[in-house]
């Protein structure tokens, strides 16, 4: 009799247990098969990782920038394929889970391919510059329409005319100006003295333009002309400014004054900025 009672009690409690216990191990099966997200994205940068894995820095349109593991994208046949190259514009799958900084890619979609620009040496010194740009001011999981439509305009402007040189100054333009570190054009920034048509001056390590009596030593010009061009810019999509061979001077150094004020706000030179020079 004692032995019977025992088994019925512990028959009873297992009994109460279990749909506790399969309430649990659903849960942790849901945990285990999250759904795929899905965004638009440009790839921003890819590193090597591990023997076969590739790293992957992307901008989702929906989910901003985010890091995450190509599985076998470095073997020969992989299912990437060209998809993961530099400012490629994708469709992108991946799997993200709280307790990891990474996610996990498990496809990628190419939607237009920039070929033509991504195997020439010298335009892809171009689309290394806003690739690292990009990837240094951006912060992570913070969505930017604005940076999104940026970077794939500039992109398939240099892919269009095969010329790196307004699509870049555009590009670098319009970054100074969302990310708010563009300063006032007409007048300097010391001693509040209209420029007119003199000419402006700027260094790396000052936010903002300096008139001729209130320059330092080593400060570069940034002309009427250039000035002028920003204007432009801020009003003119892109694809609709038609680069003349006159426009050459103002262009270049409307990009270094950009690119300049960019170093100033990351704190360091951009390592890109340099193959610039040599093309």
């Known amino acids: 009799m004692g032995a019977r009672v ?31 997200r899905e965004t638009e994205a440009i ?37 990437y394929g060209s998809t993961l190259e530099v400012l490629s514009h994708v469709q992108i799958w991946y799997v993200e889970k709280e307790t990891r900084e990474l996610v996990r890619i498990q496809q990628a979609e190419l ?22 740009i990009s990837e240094l001011i951006l912060p992570e999981h913070e969505v930017s329409e604005p940076m999104f439509r940026l970077i794939l305009l500039a992109t398939r402007e240099v892919e269009r005319t095969g010329d790196w040189a307004l699509a870049l100054s555009y590009f670098v333009f319009w970054t100074v100006r969302l990310g708010g570190w563009l300063p006032r054009f007409d007048r300097c920034v010391a001693c509040d003295t209209p420029f007119g048509s003199k000419a402006a001056f700027y260094d790396a390590h000052q936010p903002g333009l ?67 020079e040599t093309t």
């Open 6 to 36: 025992v088994i019925t009690i512990a028959l009873r409690v297992r009994t109460l247990r279990t749909p506790c216990s399969s309430l649990s191990g659903a849960a942790s099966a849901r945990r285990l098969l999250m759904p795929a």
């Open 43 to 79: 790839i921003l940068k890819t590193f090597p990782l591990g023997e076969a894995d590739r790293l992957v820095s992307f901008l989702g349109r929906s989910s901003g920038r985010v890091r995450g593991v190509a599985a076998g994208a470095r073997r020969l046949n992989n299912r």
């Open 111 to 132: 939607l237009e391919s920039f070929h033509k620009a991504q195997s020439n040496y010298g335009l892809s010194t171009g689309l290394a510059v806003i690739s690292e």
């Open 210 to 276: 300096f008139c001729e009596k209130c320059r330092r030593p080593g400060m570069k010009p940034l002309h009427l002309e250039a000035r002028t061009l920003a204007e432009r810019f801020a009003g003119e999509r892109l694809d609709r400014v038609e680069y003349e061979n006159s426009m050459q001077p103002s262009v270049k150094e409307l990009r270094e004054a950009a690119l300049a004020w960019i170093e100033n706000h990351v704190e360091r030179r951009l390592t890109t900025r340099e193959l610039l």
